[in-house]
């Protein structure tokens, strides 16, 4: 079987890496791919955006399945156009990510299907969503409805910073065409958690959930991220929350994708608070987490090759996945200055001692090779630093252990990740 493999962050070398562990494949190739994920596939040249010559490619080569690790080429319809060309795409149909691309799409879906989430109104006037916000008062999160490089968003500690979002979002449109319509939303209070299904369309399975660390500092301080590490499973999730989760968001959610004409295949992401209430869906997102991937894959013990295909061909119902009991931690190592600017270049050395460590695989999110061989940062988040162990303090001090032999001075990471578990 030949796979292509859409994407180039930490994520989609953890996808690579466990695609290319399965009897079944023939061929792998990336576009665009990284340095590290050079080391399990064939990188093409080709950006993650280009949908046209993505699917050109795959049709030259008689791809058998395309994988799509992000949400852009997916909203950009690369799973339509692979349909068009008769190849198999992991990932949904533009139409039906719009799940991601849309929070009011979102909302409505959610609502049609009885899923809890935040009270929420939609607003394309600032003086209504003014009047909204005096009358509900704080605290109270106001979003840009579109994509908005995952910024669009403000948890507003009172009226005035919820008044300032919407002068931003709404008048000033700093997040461009993205802020014609604003959601104002109940502040809901728990911890997040990663939840992940994977779907066919008809059925969804449970892939399993994570908690991810947004804040760039140490005890979720500072600027969003996209991400600066992640654990895999969540103490906090328990089984019956995960069957609480299937039942009453994701299943009822799929069914009402199909209902309307566009049913959802690929993984459904669904980011939940656990709020003393039970779980209530703040977003989804319609491809797998980046850290949290990584965490699931290395946890992962059954092929992902034969389920990925299932979630294409319609053929869930009868599928099972086994994990390790095993727990998964990944630090994320990131560029000096990232959320914020950073430099490019800087030469990272160590990895293979730290590969040597028990229970550790690093994934590359932003690297390539120098001419002469040596390794360097070309992005934000650089390095996904993975730890497994028996329990979750293991992990942590397996992936730790990695960083520490990891001689990067242009990176740092979080000293951190999982305390709230630990
Ligand atoms: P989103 O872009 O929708 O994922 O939102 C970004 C972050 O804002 C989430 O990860 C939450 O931490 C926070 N957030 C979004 N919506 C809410 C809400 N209704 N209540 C509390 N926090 C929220
Ligand atoms: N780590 C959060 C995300 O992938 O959206």
Excluded at 50 to 64: E, H, K, N, S
Excluded at 113 to 133: C, H, Q
Excluded at 257 to 265: H, N, V, Y
Excluded at 391 to 401: F, K, P
Aim: aromatic share 6%; hydrophobic share 50%; with cysteine.
């Amino acid at each position: 079987m030949k796979v292509l493999v859409v994407g180039g962050g930490g994520r989609e070398h953890a996808l690579c890496w466990a695609i290319a562990a399965s009897p079944l494949l023939t061929r792998l190739w990336c576009a665009p791919g990284n340095a590290g994920i050079a080391e399990v596939a064939e990188c093409v040249a080709i950006g993650a955006e280009d949908i046209p010559a993505l699917v050109g490619f795959a049709r030259d080569q008689a791809v058998d399945l395309v994988v799509c690790g992000p949400e852009a080429p997916l909203t950009l319809g690369l799973a339509d156009a692979c349909a068009v060309a008769g190849i198999r795409c992991f990932g949904p149909s533009a139409a039906a990510a719009q799940l991601e691309g849309s929070k009011a799409f979102t909302r409505e879906v959610a609502d049609a299907a009885g899923a809890p989430g935040a009270r929420w109104a939609r607003f394309t006037d600032p003086v209504a969503a003014r009047a909204y916000i005096r009358a509900q008062g704080a605290p109270i999160v106001v979003k840009a409805d579109g994509l908005a490089a995952g910024k669009g968003v403000v948890v507003a500690a009172t009226v005035a910073e919820a008044e300032a979002a919407i002068a931003d979002i709404m008048e000033s449109r700093i997040h461009g065409e993205s802020g014609a319509t604003v959601l104002v939303e109940e502040c809901l209070v728990g911890q997040e958690v990663s939840f992940f299904a994977l779907c066919d369309g008809a059925t969804a399975i449970a892939l399993g959930a994570a908690q991810d660390h947004k804040r760039v500092g140490d005890g979720d301080t500072g600027p969003n991220t996209g991400g600066m590490g992640a654990y895999s499973p969540p103490p906090i999730f328990t089984e019956a929350l995960r069957d609480d989760v299937m039942a009453r968001i994701v299943k009822p959610v799929l069914a009402e994708m199909s209902r309307r004409g566009a049913p959802f295949r690929g993984v459904l992401f669904a980011g939940l608070m656990i709020t003393a209430h039970g779980p209530r869906l703040i977003e989804f997102n319609v491809r797998f987490g980046d850290p949290e991937c990584q965490a699931l894959m290395v946890r992962l013990r059954s092929d992902l090759l034969p389920a990925l295909l299932a979630a294409c061909d319609g053929e869930l119902a009868s599928f099972d996945l086994r994990w390790d009991p095993v727990h998964a931690l990944v630090v994320v190592m990131a560029a000096q200055g990232y959320p914020g600017v950073y430099a490019k270049g800087s030469e990272i050395r160590g990895l293979e001692r730290a590969a040597q460590i028990p229970g550790v695989q690093v994934f590359h999110a932003g690297t390539a090779r120098r001419e002469d061989g040596a390794l360097v940062a070309t992005g934000g988040r650089v390095l996904g630093v993975t730890g497994t162990g028996t329990t979750l303090a293991e992990a942590q001090a397996a992936a730790y252990a990695a960083v520490d032999a990891i001689d990067w001075p242009g990176g740092f990471c979080r000293r951190d990740i999982g305390w709230r578990a630990l």
